[in-house]
């Protein structure tokens, strides 16, 4: 069921959403050669304990997953698409991060997630975390009333297949509110005019996974959270929690 928020409620979520970003900034400025996955996870704790927050990651257990999440941020390093554990691992000159971080305040959820490159990107990689941004914009940009869920998935596949990239499939965007993951999940891949039509106070969240060396497939790593490229190639995600207005598409997740 997809539940419809009042305009109060899009403010509250608005503040969970500023604190989301306020995390991901701290994360950025962090990060640099050297950094470890762990430093960058508690480097997005305290910005949470200072906003008085908690996290929906930590603990988190879906079905699939053989473990409670450990970490209240996901770092998915080069070949990691996303749900990526921080570890001991230290990042490396040229690395591709992508980083998932969530945020619940006065019981609202935000969720978002960036990619950057570490010291000196490889062209290659940069044209991946562009076109990872560009498909969230373009997805964002169709997240309007009278659109439908596959209007959506339509815009962020179009960006992604054009530039030639994979889209692992199975995992995607999704409704957000109380709990971070609710009804309707929304595809990084779709037909234009299907599926569920958008309405004023729907929240999505919108989260395009790229895999550059343009496969679909994927595999589970043996920790049973992260997922990795079958070639190797490296992947780029991107998100905003994103309500639907009648104004337009109005972005929760930003400073
Ligand atoms: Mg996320
Ligand atoms: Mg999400």
Redesign the pocket.
Known sequence: MVEIKTDQSLQAMREAGRVVAQGLTAVREAAGIGSSLRELDEVAHEVLRKAGASSPFLHYKPSFAPTPFPAVI?ASVNDAIVHGIPDDYRLADGDLVSI???AKLDGWAG???ISFIVGTPRPADTKLVETAFAALDAGIAAATVGNRIGDIAHAIGKVCRSAGYGIPEGFGGHGIGRQMHEDPSVPNEGRPGRGMPLRHGMVL?I?PMLIGGGTDRYYEDRDGWTLRTVDGTRAAHA?HTVAITDDGPRILTQL
């Open positions: 996901c998932d971080f969530g969720d978002s997630a969240a989260e998100e």
